[in-house]
Structure formats: structure tokens, C-alpha cells
């Protein structure tokens, strides 16, 4: 029920901004979280926003780098300063308690993933 969308390919120190939608689902509703899955790697945290928009949490190692912001009908994450270490397949996902937690287990819906990559 969630589309991740904008991922590609970059070069380090370039920006990108992936967008999430949903489709039947109110996602204003809910929390929305954004997790990636990097090679050889399992699926992470990178950060949250809450359903009002107005907390937001971020993994320690994409602090000042990315940040996430929302309307009524998407969640975006801004990723400026992009590294070849943040390459990955990038994940939207929507908890019910309209939080930032970062814990995946708390999330409900998930989006398919969008690929991001970085060359050096």
C-alpha cells in the first residue's frame, strides 16, 4: 500500500529526495519511517517524522545529512552529502501509533524499496 519513488544513481557528495506514497491507506494516519537495506547488511533504521510532522528521529550516522518532512498525501526524505556507504535499497513504512520509533517491528505497511546508489 506504500510507493517508494526516486531512488537512482548518484555521485558522492550529490543529493537525492525519495518521496512515499500510499494507496488506500490515510497515511496522514500514521507514522512513516524510513529504512534501508545496504549490501551485505540488514535492514536498518535511517529516521522517522511523526504523524503530525512535527518530531523527527534520525540514525546516528545520517544526522545533519538527511532530513524527512511530510504532507497530507507523502513522506520525503531529503539526502544531501550523499556516501558511497549510503548505497542501499531504501524502504518506506508506516507505524499506527503515529510515532518516530525506530524499532521495524512497530511498523505496519511497508513500501517495495527504492535502489539508491552512491559511486565514489
Known amino acids: 500500500q506504500l510507493q517508494a519513488s526516486g531512488g537512482g544513481l548518484v555521485q558522492a557528495g550529490d543529493s537525492l529526495r525519495l518521496a512515499c506514497s500510499a494507496s488506500k491507506t490515510r497515511f496522514s494516519a500514521y507514522g512513516a519511517g524510513w529504512f534501508r537495506q545496504r549490501p551485505g547488511k540488514e535492514r536498518e533504521f535511517v529516521g522517522a517524522?511523526?504523524?503530525?510532522?512535527?518530531s523527527t528521529s534520525y540514525e546516528d550516522s545520517v544526522k545533519g545529512r538527511f532530513s524527512i518532512s511530510r504532507d497530507n498525501a507523502k513522506v520525503y526524505l531529503q539526502m544531501n552529502s550523499l556516501k558511497p556507504d549510503d548505497t542501499g535499497v531504501y524502504y518506506c513504512?508506516?507505524?499506527?501509533?503515529?510515532?518516530?520509533?525506530?524499532?521495524?517491528?512497530?511498523?505496519?505497511?511497508w513500501g517495495q524499496g527504492t535502489l539508491v546508489t552512491v559511486s565514489s
Open positions: 513504512a508506516a507505524n499506527l501509533f503515529g510515532t518516530t520509533t525506530p524499532n521495524s517491528r512497530d511498523y505496519k505497511y
Open positions: 517524522v511523526s504523524r503530525s510532522g512535527t
